[in-house]
Structures are given as structure tokens and as C-alpha cells.
């Protein structure tokens, strides 16, 4: 079954980081670009960053740049995002997601994980 | 960065009635839209992409066409479980892959 699986959420303080892990499973991780979405409250989906398939590349919304780093380890078939900096508007279910084709980072999402839950909050 | 506008942002409807919603984007993205589906506390679901293509497993009931700027998604025969939230993406121009502010489809 293709599967994502995300974890390393939490409530955080505002100025504090947390790790965002995503564990892939079911395709090949390697071959697809790989995103991370997230959706604050309440509120609609927000496209966060992607990366490529060996990591060369990385896309980024400007609201994040300079605080999150996507990042991916294909041997763990994982998926990660180091998330710094936080701010209260930060706070969102954050979902993995992966790329239907996997030759090209145009390309729609077609697997989701559930979600973890980024709370920053004092 | 384009932008996404998806009308109506809500609508109400029966079962069995055609629903149809619509997605502009602000410059031309070709057939670079994706549409997806939400339920409450779920992740979201790929319906439609390449505007038009129906996603591996998707009911026929759900289509959608358009390109440029312009696109929309039929509910030909509304059913109890598509009573949800519909989003449009683009993926054409990059950072950022923009999403329009969904659609919610409720219990007239």
C-alpha cells in the first residue's frame, strides 16, 4: 500500500523549531519529488516547499524562506522539514505529499499523508 | 506569484443535483490545475489533474475541463459523500503552487 506517514509535531513556543519527519512507503521514494503542505486552522491548503529527487532542489513560499529547510534521506525513505523560527501564523496541520509523476516537479499530489499538527502557542 | 479565485465559496445542494464549480487563475497556467477534495479532519484527496484527467479511482461522476485561465469541476450526480470541501491547484508557474481558497459543499 502507498503510504505516507507523518510525525514530529507538537505545541511550540513562538521563536522555537521543531523536525517534521515523513515516512514514505509502497513506491519507489527516490523517483518522485516530494512536498510539504499545510493548513492552518480552519482555513485552505498553503503549498509549503518541495524538493527534488535527489535533493539538488528545493522550492520554498516566500513566508517560510530562511526559516524551513526541506529535506530528504531516499536510503530511510523519509522526508523531512526542519521548521526554525516559529511564528504564531506558523501554526497548521502539515501534510506530506507526493508528486503524481515523477519525472517533473508540475505535477498534482497524489498521496497524502494524514497530517501532524504544528502548534506555536505561548 | 498567481493567484487562485474559486467561486462560489459555498453552495448548498441536494442529492442527485449537478453542482458545478469554478477556478480563475490570475495568468494563464495552461491544463497545470489539479482539483482535490477535503473531508473534515482527513487530508485531501486527488480528484482531477492536467484540468481534466480523471485521477485512478475517482467516480465518473466528477469531471473537469477548461485551460488558460479558466476551469471548472462537475458533480454530474451529486452523491452523500461528496458533500465536502473542493480545492483547485495550479501547478504551473513555481514557488509557489498555489491553491484556490475552496469551495464548500453542504447539505441544502
Known amino acids: 500500500e502507498v503510504q505516507l506517514v507523518e510525525s514530529g509535531g507538537g505545541l511550540v513556543q513562538p521563536g522555537g523549531s521543531l523536525r517534521l519527519s515523513c515516512a514514505a512507503s509502497g513506491f519507489t521514494f527516490s523517483s518522485y519529488w516530494m512536498s510539504w503542505v499545510r493548513q492552518a486552522p480552519g482555513k485552505g491548503l498553503e503549498w509549503v516547499a518541495n524538493?527534488?529527487?535527489?535533493?539538488?532542489?528545493?522550492f520554498y513560499v516566500d513566508s517560510v524562506k530562511g526559516r524551513f529547510t526541506i529535506s530528504r534521506d531516499n536510503a530511510k525513505n523519509s522526508l523531512y522539514l526542519q521548521v526554525n523560527s516559529l511564528r504564531a501564523e506558523d501554526t497548521a496541520v502539515y501534510y506530506c505529499?507526493?508528486?503524481?509523476?515523477?519525472?517533473?516537479?508540475?505535477?498534482?499530489?497524489?498521496?497524502w499523508g494524514q497530517g501532524t499538527m504544528v502548534t506555536v502557542s505561548s | 506569484a498567481i493567484r487562485i479565485t474559486q467561486s462560489p465559496s459555498s453552495l448548498s445542494a441536494s442529492t442527485g443535483d449537478r453542482v458545478t464549480i469554478t477556478c480563475r487563475a490570475s495568468q494563464g497556467i495552461s491544463s497545470y490545475l489539479a482539483w482535490y477534495q477535503q473531508k473534515p479532519g482527513k487530508a485531501p484527496k486527488l480528484l482531477i489533474y492536467a484540468a481534466s484527467t480523471l485521477q485512478s479511482g475517482v467516480p465518473s461522476r466528477f469531471s473537469g475541463s477548461g485551460s488558460g485561465t479558466d476551469f471548472t469541476l462537475t458533480i454530474s450526480c451529486l452523491q452523500s459523500e461528496d458533500f465536502a470541501t473542493y480545492y483547485c491547484q495550479q501547478y504551473y508557474s513555481y514557488p509557489p503552487f498555489t491553491f484556490g481558497p475552496g469551495t464548500k459543499v453542504d447539505i441544502k
Open positions: 505529499a507526493k508528486s503524481l509523476v515523477g519525472a517533473t516537479l508540475r505535477a498534482a499530489f497524489d498521496i
Open positions: 524538493i527534488k529527487q535527489d535533493g539538488s532542489e528545493k
